[in-house]
């Protein structure tokens, strides 16, 4: 019996701790330059500095969501085992594959005894990350699967993103940011600050002008609103762009509380919205927003 964690392929974490902590993915995917890719956490099936690097070059990209069939392949695995699943899915806001989530669930419930729960975390990338590690944490101490939805729902809420891109126009084509936000985002010297909503949506909140005052920001708001210093990882993605990553990190440690970051690369779905010189910032704290 038991349940098993499922999530979508948007995670900033090594492969390891997943087969370590029995966390099944479902990829999403994208098209570059014509050619469809099942989505790789890892830098695998398209190294994450080839991406980023096609990316600088103009080349075409889209985005597709977990289909429904990738759902119910996963969980109809796990409910043949005769255990439940807990969904943590990628926020509903910017992507339709919570809703392929659901309705799989939907299509399978009348033919297993087991269940599926869905959660919703309104979270991306690192912030979707620290649910999902967090969550794992609960269920090792025993938390059953009803107990681990409620508790996912109240930690949500605590899960901060705040970000700097390099180029608004990359979330504009997505559909993420208006035009107006992008436009204004691509004066030059103006870079933006970013942060992911209460209900999962991104948000245009700040200009600054130049890149290490965007990354300095990005500290201020850390210290304005981390709480529990320690209890939970401060985490940093970035969209290949190590060296402003590296330096935030250290600005991070010297002008914080905070004794220890950790860095991942920014995968490639979320990557091709964000684009690259992407630098986002997780952590726990009192609110998402100001």
């Known amino acids: 019996m038991g349940y098993v964690i499922v ?17 099944c993915t479902v990829p999403l995917s994208f098209t570059l330059e014509g050619c469809d890719t099942v989505e790789d956490d890892f830098g695998r099936t398209v190294p994450f500095s080839s991406f980023y690097q096609q990316l600088r070059e103009g080349k075409s990209i889209t985005t597709s969501q977990a289909t429904v069939g990738a759902f119910a392949s996963v969980f109809e695995g796990i409910l043949q085992s005769c255990r439940d699943v807990v969904y943590i899915g990628f926020s509903s806001a910017l992507s339709g594959s919570f809703q392929s989530g659901c309705m799989a669930r939907d299509e399978l419930k009348d033919r297993y005894p087991n269940r599926v729960y869905c959660v919703d975390t309104f979270a991306a990338s690192g912030g979707q990350t620290l649910i ?9 101490e025993g938390m059953t699967a009803e107990q681990l939805v409620e508790w ?34 691509s004066l030059v010297g103006i870079k933006p600050i970013l942060y992911v909503s209460d209900d999962g949506r991104l948000i245009a909140d700040k200009k600054v002008r130049g890149r290490r005052r965007a990354l300095d920001m990005l500290c201020k708001q850390l210290n304005a609103h981390i709480r529990n210093i320690g209890s939970y990882p401060v985490t940093i993605s970035h969209g290949d762009c ?11 440690l010297s002008h914080t509380e905070v004794k220890d970051v950790e860095i991942h690369m920014l995968d490639t779905v979320i990557g091709a919205h964000a684009g690259p010189g992407t630098v986002a910032l997780f952590f726990y704290g009192d609110k998402r927003g100001n």
């Open 7 to 23: 999530t979508d392929s948007v995670l900033d974490i090594e492969e390891s701790y997943l087969l370590q902590n029995d966390i």
């Open 132 to 140: 999902v590690r967090e969550a794992a944490k609960r269920r090792a």
């Open 152 to 185: 996912v729902e109240e930690f949500r809420t605590h899960v901060v993103h705040w970000f700097t891109v390099d180029d608004l126009m990359y979330l504009h084509r997505g559909g993420r940011v208006s035009k107006s936000s992008a436009v204004m985002g």
């Open 242 to 252: 190590l060296e402003d990553a590296e330096y935030l990190k250290n600005y991070i």
